[in-house]
């Protein structure tokens, strides 16, 4: 099993900026290919990023590529998500998951992740 714990959402005006974490336990954090997701009201839940065990393969919806950086420290079982330059659109509410070595599905579907945290929200204001 693997739990996964969000936080750092808020309220922040229009070209704030805000980090999230994603705190992991239960198991070997760094096998995880760890991604971030978001779901606004009324629309379904869409891909933001996700980085492999390594960290150094990133990977980011158009929507929020050179803005948004994702990054993980697995010596603290610990995933980020740096939001800068952020819009009215980015309000959602986000959710961290990770995705097993074993699992099959490409790394931007929801439905490849096997665990997931209950999500924080964001609201940026104008």
């Known amino acids: 099993q693997v739990q996964l714990v969000e936080s750092g959402g808020g309220l922040v005006q229009a070209g704030g900026s805000l980090r999230l974490s994603c705190a992991a336990s239960?198991?070997?954090?760094?096998?995880?290919?760890m991604g971030w997701f978001r779901q606004a009201p009324g629309k379904e839940r869409e891909f933001v990023a996700a980085?492999?065990?390594?960290?150094?393969?990133?990977y980011y919806a158009d929507s929020v590529k050179d803005r948004f950086t994702i990054s993980r420290d697995n010596a603290k079982s610990t995933g980020y998500l740096q939001m800068n330059s952020l819009k009215p659109e980015d309000t959602a509410v986000y959710s961290c998951?990770?995705?097993?070595?074993?699992?099959?599905?490409?790394?931007?579907?929801?439905?490849?992740?096997?665990?997931w945290g209950q999500g924080t929200q964001v609201t940026v204001s104008s």
């Open positions: 980085t492999t065990w390594s960290g150094v393969m990133t």
């Open positions: 998951a990770a995705k097993s070595p074993y699992s099959s599905g490409n790394y931007s579907h929801p439905r490849a992740y096997n665990y």
């Open positions: 239960g198991r070997t954090f760094s096998s995880y290919t």
